[in-house]
C-alpha cells in the first residue's frame, strides 16, 4: 500500500472512532495459514470464525481495543506478510 492510502484510510478512522476503542478486524486466509495468523495475536481470541463450503479458506474476526488509527494500520501492516491473506 502507498502513503497516500495510509493517510486516507487514517483520516476516515478518526473520523469515524473516538480512540481509544473496540475495532473489528476481520481476515480471511487459506485454511492452512490460519496458525501463521492466530500467532501474530497469542493474547488475543477469534470472536467468530467460519470456513468456506469446501474448507479451503477461514474466515477469522477479531476484537481488539485499539489505541488510535495509527495502531490500526500497524495490525494490518503486520498481518500482511501472510501470503494468501485478505483483510475486510
Known amino acids: 500500500m502507498d502513503t497516500h492510502w495510509y493517510t486516507s484510510f487514517r483520516e476516515k478512522l478518526d473520523q469515524h472512532y473516538a480512540w481509544p ?3 473489528i478486524f476481520k481476515f480471511i486466509v487459506p485454511s492452512h495459514k490460519q496458525e501463521e495468523l492466530r500467532r501474530l495475536f497469542p493474547l488475543h481470541v477469534t470472536s467468530t470464525e467460519k470456513r468456506s463450503e469446501k474448507g479451503n479458506y477461514i474466515s477469522l474476526t477479531y476484537q481488539m ?3 488510535s488509527s ?5 495490525v494490518y501492516k503486520k498481518v500482511s506478510v501472510i501470503e494468501g491473506i485478505v483483510a475486510l
Not at 495509527?70 to 500497524?74: L, Q
Open 21 to 23: 476503542s473496540l475495532y
Open 65 to 67: 481495543m485499539m489505541p
Open 70 to 74: 495509527d495502531s490500526v494500520i500497524e
